[in-house]
């Protein structure tokens, strides 16, 4: 059982900069997928970005190409996402999830509590 925790949210005006941190716990063996997802009440929870960990590569909604960054945090169990630029649209409660699967492929079945992100006009 893959245990995540979020931190870092909070609120900033736009234009600002946030950074999300995900811990995972209670995983050994190979590297695994872990993702960030954001939600907003009445909306379908949307894939941000994901990063195959100790590898590297990386995946991006294409709302966040170009503001937001997802890297490993010098531990191989410890990813951040940088979000820069950040408009009122980024408002949500962001959740960290894990998928196994070191190539991102197939579902993100551990989920963190997630940390809400309010970006104000």
């Known amino acids: 059982q893959v245990q995540l925790k979020e931190s870092g949210g909070g609120s900033v005006q736009a234009g600002g900069s946030l950074r999300l941190s995900c811990t995972a716990s209670g995983y050994t063996g190979n590297n695994i997928c872990i993702g960030w997802f954001r939600q907003v009440p009445g909306k379908e929870r949307e894939g941000v970005a994901a990063?195959?960990?100790?590898?590297?590569?990386?995946f991006y909604a294409d709302s966040a190409l170009g503001r937001f960054n997802i890297s490993q945090d010098g531990t191989e169990n410890t990813v951040s996402l940088q979000m820069n630029g950040l408009k009122p649209e980024d408002t949500a409660m962001y959740y960290c999830?894990?998928?196994?699967?070191?190539?991102?492929?197939?579902?993100?079945?551990?989920w963190g509590q997630g940390t809400q992100v309010t970006v104000s006009s």
């Open positions: 999830a894990a998928n196994r699967n070191s190539l991102c492929q197939g579902s993100f079945n551990y």
């Open positions: 990063i195959r960990t100790g590898i590297g590569g990386t």
